[in-house]
């Protein structure tokens, strides 16, 4: 069973231009929340999809937006790209529907953003 | 606003020793409470779940406990080893999102 599954891991851009970050959840999952982890910081809230739609979202601005595509799997878009958006993206997964699922988020391994 | 504090920020023990990681938060209105590992460049491995109702649970050597009355929860883990060295993360769920702490960054010395 694949868990959850990020790409790309790392990749370098230059000031003001745009970036896809895409993701796929765990099998049987249906959530997906997108966070920005800075070094040496806990990871940041960005938002969060479920059924195509934005579910809620953390205090990012409107430069950072997102998709989720029917079969679950999402993107995060920022663009007009700063340095200091430099960090890791992390993706997560969940099934957590009150009666059914536990709420316990699984984290891929990230993508590593570096903007020079 | 909900706030996630994890004291110390960093730890060193020798192998074998037992340890206790602390977290604590400021809203108790919360769903669950998940502890994390990560090293270094990775991303997060889920180690513990607690949801608001219960108020421990265990997995191997490790145990984590809730206290949502008083804002706390703590990472018991027993007789370390070197693998346990990496950066243990509590996340607070309410809300439909996550609030992490900034981390308890662990050495076991050999």
């Known amino acids: 069973d694949a868990g959850v599954t990020q790409s790309p891991t790392h990749l370098i851009k230059t000031r003001g231009q745009q970036v896809t970050l895409r993701c796929s959840p765990k099998?049987?999952?249906?959530?997906v929340s997108w966070y920005q982890q800075a070094l040496g910081q806990g990871p940041q809230f960005i938002f969060q999809y479920y059924e195509e739609e934005e579910r809620q979202r953390g205090n990012f601005p409107d430069r950072f937006s997102g998709h989720q595509f029917p079969n679950y799997s999402s993107e995060l878009n920022v663009n007009a790209l700063l340095l200091g958006d430099s960090a890791l993206y992390l993706c997560?997964?969940?099934?957590?529907?009150?009666?059914w699922g536990t709420g316990e988020l699984f984290f891929g391994e990230g993508s590593r953003l570096t903007v020079l | 606003k909900q706030e996630v504090t994890q004291i110390p920020a960093a730890l060193s023990v020798p192998e074998g020793e037992n340890l206790v990681l602390n977290c604590s938060f400021t809203?108790?209105?919360?769903?669950?409470l998940q502890w994390f590992r990560q090293d270094p460049g990775k991303g997060l491995t889920s180690l513990l779940l607690?949801?608001?109702?219960?108020r421990e649970q265990t997995s191997g050597r490790l145990n984590a406990s809730l206290d949502k009355s008083s804002g706390r929860s703590t990472l018991y883990i027993a007789a370390s080893q070197p693998g346990d060295s990496a950066t243990y993360l509590c996340?607070?769920?309410?809300?439909?999102?996550?609030?992490f702490g900034t981390g308890t960054r662990l050495t076991i010395i050999p």
């Open positions: 996340a607070v769920k309410g809300n439909e999102k996550l609030t």
């Open positions: 099998s049987g999952h249906d959530t």
């Open positions: 997560a997964s969940s099934y957590d529907h009150p009666g």
């Open positions: 607690i949801q608001s109702s219960q």
């Open positions: 809203d108790s209105a919360i769903y669950n």
